[in-house]
């Protein structure tokens, strides 16, 4: 199936920057969107910011100019720069892929999660 792996979360402070990374691996065929979300403690997981295989970037309003994502597909890579991090920005942050997986002879298509980065934004 399809593998992610997740780095670059950590402490910083308000005002502070981060880039997040996520990489996915195993019997890939094709990726298409990739994503981020976060759950902060009592509340629900929300979309951070998704974009699509074509480039095509969609975000959530609470951190529209501040965050950008992006990707490398010649390395299965999704990334999320931080900056002008807020206290409300700390979360675990999840990253998300579409992908499309060899299966026997053909392919199957699904979500897959990572496992979560803490970010959090103290002072």
């Known amino acids: 199936q399809v593998q992610l792996v997740e780095s670059g979360g950590g402490l910083v402070q308000p005002g502070g920057s981060l880039r997040l990374s996520c990489a996915a691996s195993g019997s890939i065929f094709s990726i298409n969107a990739m994503g981020w979300y976060r759950q902060a403690p009592g509340k629900q997981r929300e979309l951070v910011a998704t974009i699509t295989s074509g480039g095509s970037t969609n975000y959530a309003d609470s951190v529209k100019g501040r965050f950008a994502i992006s990707r490398d597909n010649a390395k299965n890579t999704v990334y999320l720069q931080m900056n002008s991090l807020k206290p409300e920005d700390t979360a675990v942050y999840y990253c998300?892929?579409?992908?499309?997986?060899?299966?026997?002879?053909?392919?199957?298509?699904?979500?897959?999660w990572g496992q979560g980065t803490q970010v959090t934004v103290s002072s």
């Open positions: 998300n892929v579409d992908g499309t997986y060899y299966v026997g002879i053909g392919v199957a298509r699904d979500d897959f």
